[in-house]
């Protein structure tokens, strides 16, 4: 599970979250929501080819195996081609 904390691009706040796991508004999904919030959370951020970036968010893994859900359930339809995520050294760091 993520969730799109900032639009970069319209310099808004969001909070919408996303899961393949689950249809959105169904109890499943309101109980994943509980759970994630509950968990540990790491922060990305998803750029454009000219590294411009687009959304800031918080996803429940940052590995190869499910971290790059952001970018392709989201990201891509927007024109991101890139995810990064912060490191313990507080540098963001391309998946």
Known sequence: MFKITEDCIENKI???YYTSD?????????QLIKK?????QFKFRMR???QVVYYIGYSDDCTKKSGFDPLDMF???YGCLDIQYLNEKGEYERL
């Open 14 to 16: 969001m909070e919408q």
């Open 22 to 30: 689950a249809k959105e508004g169904s109890e499943e999904f309101k």
């Open 36 to 40: 994630f919030e509950a968990e540990p």
């Open 48 to 50: 454009d080819e000219d």
């Open 75 to 77: 990201g891509e339809y």
